[in-house]
């Protein structure tokens, strides 16, 4: 059974806000202003940041319009390299978006808990359960189908943009003056040089460039939007315009209000420029703002990965279960269930599931690479289809070699940073291939 074309050109922009704007625009900023170590170099970072999604996001709006089709991110990897590849890609983005899910809905449990139970019952007990019972709302939302679930994230999108823009307006009640002028540290007594910047900036574009990421889920989508060819684009690029502003505009109001020495080592952020509005009542504005995005970060998550499961079923790399569809509602019901069950385990394991989240952080990038790379493959083999439907890149091929350089950067940075956890990524990626050939091995002899 196909999907149902059910979404529009805002319904999908809104999904690709959403996909990148989770809790990283109220925690990096600390990690890049302590690398960058000078303001000059912190605003470069979000700058080039910034430049290099729109690369991504213009590299990826080609492939979804050359390829629309459910579960995308699985399926490019699966036609342009190897259903191995496409699989042990997709595992690892699955598993450490379901940890992802159950992390954030626990800190947004620890800040919903502190505004709506006394003290004496905010025990891990109650968090918990908090957590769970946002992600089965969202769970059983989901399972009203994709219109409803659309709609709903389209409201917390919303909002969130608008929590955002309320937290930016903390600019105008005063910024702080800086007591001491950054300095650029070395080594004792040496002159920074221009590998000291580079390394420096390197460190910085990690937490940017996953502060990004997400937009290119999208793809997932395009089975079930409406004029996907010329959607799927346009809301890629409204989606990531909306997102390049906020982020440069907030992390300008970060500087200014709490000053970039402190914010190296601040704690708290978001509730910093959210007490200089709302005074005392800061932190339960803060609180708010925190649960609303995670409700968000958590309801496109739910809408996004049981997708790509989808395409996994659909080509026998997961078993033939995960493809069912309701034909009442058009709701990967299987998939989704499956995924919503996974974050809610590991809810109980978030804190030993920290390290394997860092283990991703390189394979991550790596998959982003490859994955844009994917349009060159592409382009020939979709030769024949009328230009006229299909969007292009401009200035190609030099947006995609650019993005792709700079994710192969990152992941170098990241290696150079900490090569246990690069190693890991790598070994955690090769055990999932092997899954795949022992497992097409054993279905090759049933039959």
């Known amino acids: 059974m196909q999907p149902k074309k059910q979404l529009s050109l805002f319904d999908l922009s809104m999904i690709v806000v959403s996909l990148v704007i989770g809790m990283g625009v109220f925690r990096t900023p600390v990690?890049?202003?302590?690398k960058a170590q000078i303001p000059?170099?912190?605003?470069?970072?979000?700058f080039i940041g910034g430049f290099v999604a729109f690369c991504g996001a213009l590299t990826y709006a080609e492939i979804g319009s050359r390829f629309p089709v459910t579960g995308g991110y699985y399926k490019i990897f699966s036609v342009a390299y190897h259903p191995s590849i496409a699989f042990a890609i997709n595992c690892i983005v699955i598993i450490s978006s379901a940890a992802s899910v159950a992390a954030i809905s626990i800190i947004g449990a620890e800040y919903l808990s502190k505004i709506i139970l006394p003290p004496a019952i905010q025990t891990e007990t109650s968090r918990v359960a908090i957590a769970i019972t946002t992600i089965l709302v969202f769970y059983l939302i989901n399972l009203?189908?994709?219109?409803a679930s659309a709609k709903t994230q389209n409201i917390l999108t919303v909002i969130k943009i608008g929590m955002i823009l309320t937290l930016i307006c903390a600019v105008f009640f005063g910024g702080q003056t800086e007591s001491v002028t950054p300095v650029f540290k070395t080594a004792p007594g040496a002159l920074p040089t221009w590998s000291d910047y580079g390394k420096a900036l390197g460190l910085c574009l990690i937490a940017v460039s996953f502060s990004y990421a997400g937009y290119a889920q999208t793809i997932n989508f395009g089975g079930e939007v409406k004029e996907a060819k010329k959607v799927i684009p346009r809301s890629i690029i409204?989606?990531?315009?909306?997102?390049?502003?906020?982020?440069?505009v907030i992390n300008?109001?970060?500087?200014?209000?709490?000053g970039f020495e402190e914010l190296k080592s601040a704690e708290s952020i978001a509730a910093i420029l959210a007490s200089k509005i709302f005074g005392p009542a800061g932190f339960s504005a803060l609180s708010v703002i925190i649960f609303f995005s995670v409700m968000g970060y958590v309801n496109v998550n739910l809408l996004s990965n049981p997708r790509a499961m989808f395409a996994m079923g659909e080509e026998g790399a997961l078993p033939k279960i995960f493809s069912r569809?309701?034909?009442k509602t058009g709701v990967i019901s299987i998939s989704l269930t499956a995924f919503t069950l996974v974050a809610v385990v590991i809810i109980f394991y978030a804190k030993t599931f920290d390290k394997i989240l860092n283990y991703t952080i390189f394979l991550e990038s790596i998959s982003m690479?490859?994955?844009?790379?994917t349009i060159f493959i592409l382009r020939k083999r979709t030769a024949h289809l009328d230009k006229k439907n299909i969007y292009t890149v401009p200035l190609y091929p030099i947006l995609p070699i650019i993005f792709i350089a700079a994710y192969t950067f990152v992941a170098f940075s990241i290696y150079a940073d900490d090569q246990n956890a690069a190693l890991n990524g790598l070994y955690i990626f090769a055990g999932f291939l092997a899954i795949y050939f022992v497992s097409s091995w054993f279905k090759k002899k049933k039959f």
């Open 144 to 147: 009203l189908g994709l219109k």
């Open 252 to 258: 300008y109001v970060y500087v200014k209000v709490i």
């Open 40 to 46: 000059e170099l912190f605003y470069l970072a979000w």
């Open 238 to 248: 409204i989606g990531l315009t909306i997102i390049v502003i906020l982020y440069l």
């Open 325 to 327: 569809m309701n034909k």
């Open 31 to 34: 990690n890049v202003a302590a």
């Open 369 to 373: 690479a490859s994955s844009a790379a």
